[in-house]
């Protein structure tokens, strides 16, 4: 049936050593775009990883009164989504943030597992009572849920710190390649900056119920999710050719796609979500290819029509790209290549008519680690000459701001300084030297 295609099984590969985890073949297969989800089972066994090291317990003992943002949540069932009263199903998400701490949560954690176990033993005896209700009366629970009891959820925990969360971040350093956090031939790791979440791990604690709004990942890289357990955790994903479809829902039901918070309704989408108390790790990889690179400069380039801030630097990140790496597929660096003719073009233009029209452009340099600057009104990407106030300036704190935005506020530039960080010269030697690399050498078959 024509149905059963749209939600077709999930590619799960199972492993049974190390030598399964970096079989060249498994990082192809997880890269693949005919491939958009991969659920591999045994990671952790087959690398002898330590996941207790993420448990709720060793990460209270570890650092007690580290920041976790809470999100309110109602407990809904796990394919649907409600509102408060339970008589209607609807698109948006709703949960209210705060902030605890991890050995409070731990406390919370605990304490719905205990509770539930109560309501569970409740159940048991009222089974008999249940059974003999009538069709009638469970068609009408069946049209309304609830109400719901309210969960709390513990997202987004910062796991950057490498000094309170070295013994964590050591352990997923055993894992291959194409999945860690910092890799060469991951594009992330080339952005030359802290993105929390992207090129950081971030944690997340949960009880049944708990809930990740429907989302795209930031400029459509990759997710890497790992469930620490001990209970089953769900991930329900879209294909990226389908972002459109879910565009069109959202509009529909008054929600921002990229911005807002929502969860499809099941009658227009196949949905599921977290079972079980666990604990999930989280982040993201770009992966060394032609495919990923076009979706993160195709969503960077949607995000600016949308005025949504682009958490990855494109065009910062490609300028690294070019420096550090050496790329041999020929699609990915006529990209990066197109990418960087383009900014040099537009910023040696930007730049004579400033200097026509009499305008200085003040040399100001990049420090080491610096970030990427973003227009504080419309939240562009600013690359190379950032227009800032001279009141900010004379402080030597910043306000960046693109030109357009910029000659909104003064036609002339007259309250503005322009900063240039780059030389003309430095960037042409980057562009000249980017070339296109020799093919890596074919991977030994299988029967040497």
Same mark, same amino acid.
């Given at each position: 049936?024509?149905?059963?295609?749209?939600?077709?099984?999930?590619?799960?590969?199972?492993?049974?050593?190390?030598?399964?985890?970096?079989?060249?073949?498994?990082?192809?297969?997880?890269? @693949?775009?005919?491939?958009?989800?991969?659920?591999?089972?045994?990671?952790?066994?087959?690398?002898?990883?330590?996941?207790?090291?993420?448990?709720?317990?060793?990460?209270?003992?570890?650092?007690?009164?580290?920041?976790?943002?809470?999100?309110?949540?109602?407990?809904?069932?796990?394919?649907?989504?409600?509102?408060?009263?339970?008589?209607?199903?609807?698109?948006?998400?709703?949960?209210?943030?705060?902030?605890?701490?991890?050995?409070?949560?731990? =406390?919370?954690?605990?304490?719905?597992?205990?509770?539930?176990?109560?309501?569970?033993?409740?159940?048991?005896? =009222?089974?008999?009572?249940?059974?003999?209700?009538?069709?009638?009366?469970?068609?009408?629970?069946?049209?309304?849920?609830?109400?719901?009891?309210?969960?709390?959820?513990?997202?987004?925990?910062?796991?950057?710190?490498?000094?309170?969360?070295?013994?964590?971040?050591?352990?997923?350093?055993?894992?291959?390649?194409?999945?860690?956090?910092?890799?060469?031939?991951?594009?992330?790791?080339?952005?030359?900056?802290?993105?929390?979440?992207?090129?950081?791990?971030?944690?997340?604690?949960?009880?049944?119920?708990?809930?990740?709004?429907?989302?795209?990942? @930031?400029?459509?890289?990759?997710?890497?999710?790992?469930?620490?357990?001990?209970?089953?955790?769900?991930?329900?994903?879209?294909?990226?050719?389908?972002?459109?479809?879910?565009?069109?829902?959202?509009?529909?039901?008054?929600?921002?796609?990229?911005?807002?918070?929502?969860?499809?309704?099941?009658?227009?989408?196949?949905?599921?979500?977290?079972?079980?108390?666990?604990?999930?790790?989280?982040?993201?990889?770009?992966?060394?290819?032609?495919?990923?690179?076009?979706?993160?400069?195709?969503?960077?380039?949607?995000?600016?029509?949308?005025?949504?801030?682009?958490?990855?630097?494109?065009?910062?990140?490609?300028?690294?790209?070019?420096?550090?790496?050496?790329?041999?597929?020929?699609?990915?660096?006529?990209?990066?290549?197109?990418?960087?003719?383009?900014?040099?073009?537009?910023? =040696?233009?930007?730049?004579?008519?400033?200097?026509?029209?009499?305008?200085?452009?003040?040399?100001?340099?990049?420090?080491?680690?610096?970030?990427?600057?973003?227009?504080?009104?419309?939240?562009?990407?600013?690359?190379?000459?950032?227009?800032?106030?001279?009141?900010?300036?004379?402080?030597?704190?910043?306000?960046?701001?693109?030109?357009?935005?910029?000659?909104?506020?003064?036609?002339?530039?007259?309250?503005?300084?322009?900063?240039?960080?780059?030389?003309?010269?430095?960037?042409?030697?980057?562009?000249?030297?980017?070339?296109?690399?020799?093919?890596?050498?074919?991977?030994?078959?299988?029967?040497?």
């Amino acid at each position: 049936m024509w149905e059963d295609k749209l939600n077709p099984p999930t590619p799960s590969i199972y492993l049974e050593n190390k030598r399964d985890a970096f079989f060249p073949p498994l990082h192809q297969f997880c890269t @693949n775009p005919s491939n958009p989800v991969t659920v591999i089972r045994g990671l952790a066994g087959a690398l002898k990883l330590d996941l207790g090291l993420f448990s709720t317990k060793t990460l209270v003992e570890a650092n007690p009164d580290h920041l976790v943002e809470v999100r309110t949540q109602l407990a809904q069932p796990t394919d649907e989504n409600w509102d408060l009263t339970g008589t209607r199903k609807m698109w948006r998400c709703e949960s209210s943030r705060s902030l605890t701490t991890i050995a409070k949560y731990a =406390q919370y954690q605990a304490s719905s597992f205990q509770e539930s176990l109560r309501e569970e033993n409740e159940k048991k005896g =009222q089974k008999e009572l249940s059974d003999t209700e009538s069709t009638s009366s469970e068609n009408l629970v069946r049209r309304r849920k609830g109400p719901f009891k309210h969960i709390k959820f513990g997202t987004n925990i910062d796991l950057s710190d490498e000094r309170k969360w070295k013994l964590q971040l050591h352990e997923l350093s055993k894992l291959p390649a194409f999945a860690r956090v910092v890799s060469a031939g991951n594009l992330l790791s080339h952005v030359g900056h802290t993105i929390l979440g992207m090129n950081t791990v971030q944690l997340y604690m949960k009880v049944p119920g708990s809930r990740t709004p429907g989302h795209q990942e @930031n400029n459509n890289f990759c997710s890497v999710n790992i469930n620490i357990g001990p209970g089953d955790c769900e991930w329900f994903a879209v294909p990226e050719p389908y972002w459109g479809v879910m565009n069109e829902f959202c509009e529909k039901n008054n929600i921002n796609f990229l911005m807002g918070s929502w969860w499809p309704n099941l009658e227009d989408l196949y949905e599921a979500n977290a079972i079980g108390w666990c604990n999930n790790i989280a982040w993201n990889v770009g992966p060394l290819t032609a495919y990923q690179y076009k979706l993160a400069v195709e969503r960077y380039e949607w995000n600016k029509l949308q005025s949504v801030k682009s958490i990855v630097p494109m065009i910062h990140l490609s300028w690294n790209m070019a420096r550090n790496i050496k790329v041999s597929d020929h699609k990915l660096f006529e990209m990066i290549k197109y990418c960087l003719l383009r900014t040099l073009k537009q910023c =040696q233009m930007m730049k004579e008519a400033l200097v026509a029209a009499g305008k200085e452009v003040v040399w100001h340099g990049r420090t080491k680690d610096e970030p990427a600057h973003y227009c504080s009104i419309c939240e562009v990407e600013v690359f190379d000459l950032l227009f800032v106030t001279s009141e900010s300036n004379s402080r030597k704190t910043y306000v960046v701001h693109c030109q357009d935005c910029a000659r909104r506020g003064s036609s002339d530039l007259d309250t503005f300084v322009v900063l240039e960080q780059y030389k003309m010269e430095d960037l042409m030697q980057v562009y000249d030297q980017f070339t296109l690399a020799p093919p890596p050498p074919p991977l030994p078959s299988s029967s040497s």
